[in-house]
C-alpha cells in the first residue's frame, strides 16, 4: 500500500494549478527546492511521472491527470473537515481563493478586496481570472463571481455591485469621421471591436428599447478577448466598442469616449459572490460575505 502525506499531496495540487514550480512554492509559502522535492518524492513512491518539465514549463501528464482528477476532491473534503473541526475559533487564516471573469477583479480590488485586505492583514488572497465557467467546488476555489445571470442555480450568491449596462462608444475623432447611428441598423455600417467568448465566438451586442430586444452581430476590424484591451482599442480610433459603464467611467465624464444609442442600453443584474450551500463555510469567505454585505449596492457601481 503505497504511504501518501498531505503535504505532498498539497504541493501537486498547486504545482498542477499554477503549471509552476515557482508559483506554487509563492501560494504555499515553500522554497522552490522544497517543492521540487516533495513531486519528486511523491513520483518516486508512486513509481510514476506525474509532471513532464522542460526548463520553460511544466505539465501534468497522461497519468497525473486522472491522478489530481482522483485526489482533489477527497483532499478538499480534508481540508474543509480541519476547517470545519477549529470553526469555533472564527478567525480567518489561509489563503482565500477566487475565480472571477477578466475585468472583475479591477472593478472589486479598491472596494472590497483592499478592505479585506486591511482587516486581515495576515490573509493571502488569490484570484484568477477565467473568461469561462468552472466548477469552483471541483477546482478548489472558495467562491466565484460572475454576472447574476450566470451564477448556477444550486449556489448561494451575494450582491457585490449594483446593475451593469453596456455602452456603445467612439472617440469623438471617430464620430467626427463616421455616420453617428440613429437606430442599431445604423451599426452594420460601423466596423466594431468583437470580443471573443470562451466557447470561441464573438459576443453578439445585446440591445432592448421599449420592449424590443436585439442581438447584433456586427462586422469587426479587430477581435480581442479582454476587457482592457476592447477598450484601448476603441480609445485608439480603431472601432467603435460594446464595454461596460464602469470600465470607462472618466473616459466619458472628459469626453474621450462619446456614447450612442444609450436608449437601447438597459441595465442588467450586477456582479455576485456565489459560493456552495452544501459545503462548510470557512472563516475566511464567511469574513468576505460580511464585507460584501457592508458595502451593499451603493458602493460598488
Not at 207 to 221: C, V
Not at 246 to 255: D, N, P, R, S, V
Request: with cysteine; hydrophobic share 45%; aromatic share 6%.
Amino acid at each position: 500500500m503505497h504511504r501518501t502525506g498531505i503535504t505532498e499531496l498539497e504541493v501537486v495540487l498547486a504545482v498542477a494549478r499554477r503549471n509552476s514550480f515557482r508559483g506554487a512554492a509563492r501560494e504555499l509559502g515553500m522554497s522552490t527546492t522544497a517543492v521540487s522535492s516533495a513531486v519528486a518524492s511523491l513520483e518516486a513512491r508512486l513509481k510514476v511521472r506525474i509532471f513532464n518539465r522542460t526548463t520553460r514549463s511544466v505539465a501534468l501528464t497522461d497519468i497525473g491527470q486522472r491522478y489530481i482528477e482522483r485526489i482533489a476532491p477527497a483532499l478538499n473534503e480534508i481540508q474543509r473537515a480541519g476547517e470545519e473541526a477549529f470553526a469555533g475559533l472564527n478567525v480567518p487564516s489561509g489563503t482565500l481563493r477566487i475565480n472571477a471573469p477578466q475585468g472583475a477583479a479591477t472593478l472589486l480590488l479598491a472596494p472590497l478586496f483592499n478592505l479585506y485586505a486591511q482587516r486581515y492583514p495576515e490573509m493571502k488572497i488569490d484570484i484568477t481570472s477565467d473568461s469561462h465557467m468552472i466548477d469552483i467546488v471541483e477546482n478548489g476555489f472558495d467562491a466565484g463571481i460572475r454576472l447574476a445571470e450566470s451564477v448556477p442555480q444550486d449556489m448561494i450568491a451575494v450582491s457585490l455591485s449594483s446593475d451593469i449596462r453596456m455602452l456603445i462608444v467612439a472617440t469623438p475623432e471617430y464620430w467626427q469621421a463616421h455616420a453617428v447611428p440613429k437606430h442599431p441598423r445604423d451599426l452594420l455600417q460601423h466596423r466594431s471591436i468583437g470580443m471573443r467568448m470562451s466557447h470561441g465566438g464573438i459576443y453578439q451586442w445585446e440591445l432592448e428599447h421599449s420592449g424590443q430586444k436585439l442581438k447584433m452581430d456586427l462586422p469587426t476590424r479587430f477581435t480581442l478577448n479582454e476587457l482592457p484591451a476592447i477598450k484601448q482599442a476603441v480609445l485608439l480610433g480603431l472601432g467603435i466598442g460594446f464595454i461596460p459603464e464602469w470600465l470607462i467611467e472618466q473616459e466619458l465624464k472628459t469626453g474621450v469616449l462619446v456614447p450612442v444609442l444609450t436608449s437601447w442600453c438597459p441595465a442588467f443584474g450586477g456582479l455576485k459572490l456565489y459560493y456552495s450551500g452544501h459545503r462548510f463555510v470557512p472563516a475566511r469567505l464567511r469574513a468576505l460575505i460580511d464585507i460584501a454585505h457592508e458595502l451593499k449596492l451603493s458602493t460598488i457601481k
